[in-house]
């Protein structure tokens, strides 16, 4: 009877570890396509570097916040690595706090990225997250072990919308894309905040960008960003904090960031992290 059930557990042990093996192949396999299909967005970026004639009628505080970021004669960033470590919030109710790292590719233009991410669940177990803007479409696939999904949202205007979202808050990591040749317009709000519009194809985003006594960004803030609330698309007032700035790839940029739904009784904060590794490609 003890060999019986030693050889069940065997046999289960190997299961699971077959299991996780090709959960993650096959989720390689997609990561790939998914990527594949996002570099087939790439178009010719003009100009290829930054001039300072730019700035001329921006508000003054992001005008103050390129003169502190970037250098006349700058490249202009065409497409962006980006490897994370952190911790995310697993739950929509309560703090339940998981680590994870990520690996991210950004296009600037046309705007799109994949963030692929492992979350840890328990020893050997992890969800697998694509968290994505590709060809005007948002996406948010999640699946433990890279084989059973937990959440599947994609092709509606309100993922899609999030999803750019994302993209032009991030742009923090990599700022000439928020210049204006790269079809960011900035509108004035005080001296020390200015809103950022950006437009892809049908979907049209706006955020508030608050800077420092540097000049350089410390909040990016949207009055509505879809969350999911019990399954369903909920528009809640979001931001992104900033800190940590230092000089990658000629530009200076923040290395750490937490990201938080503000709610009636207080932010809640779901994503916590540093940047560990950036790698630029810059156009030509």
Not at 85 to 105: D, I, R, V, Y
Not at 122 to 144: N, Q, S
Request: charged share 20%.
């Amino acid at each position: 009877m003890l060999k019986a059930i030693l050889l069940i557990l065997l046999v289960l042990a190997v299961a699971i570890v077959v299991a996780i093996v090709c959960g993650a192949s096959r989720w390689h396999v997609g990561t790939n396509a998914l990527r594949a299909q996002l570099r087939a967005t790439r178009v010719p970026i003009t100009p290829a570097t930054y001039a300072l004639h730019e700035l001329e009628g921006l508000p003054p505080p992001v005008q103050r916040y390129f003169r502190a970021v970037l250098t006349e004669g700058q490249p202009i960033v065409a497409a962006v690595r980006v490897a994370h470590a952190g911790q995310f919030n697993m739950s929509e109710t309560h703090a339940k706090w998981s680590a994870f790292t990520s690996e991210q590719l950004v296009i600037t233009r046309c705007p799109g990225f994949d963030w692929d991410a492992r979350i840890r669940m328990a020893p050997g177990m992890r969800v697998f997250v694509h968290d994505a803007y590709v060809a005007g479409e948002g996406i948010l696939h999640a699946a433990l072990c890279g084989l059973i999904t937990l959440a599947d949202l994609r092709g509606t205007p309100e993922v899609a919308e999030g999803e750019l979202m994302r993209f032009l808050a991030e742009a923090a990591w990599y700022p000439t894309a928020l210049l204006p040749s790269q079809g960011v317009r900035w509108d004035a709000i005080d001296d020390t905040s200015a809103r950022a519009s950006l437009v892809d194809g049908v979907t049209t985003v706006s955020l508030a960008f608050g800077f420092d006594a540097e000049g350089l960004i410390h909040t990016a803030h949207a009055a509505a960003r879809y969350r999911t609330v019990n399954g369903e698309l909920v528009a809640t007032p979001w931001q992104g904090r900033f800190w940590a700035h230092e000089v990658r790839g000629g530009m200076r940029i923040p290395l750490h960031g937490e990201v938080a739904w503000l709610l009636p009784d207080g932010p809640s904060p779901y994503w916590r992290g540093r940047i560990t590794d950036i790698v630029y490609e810059l156009a030509r």
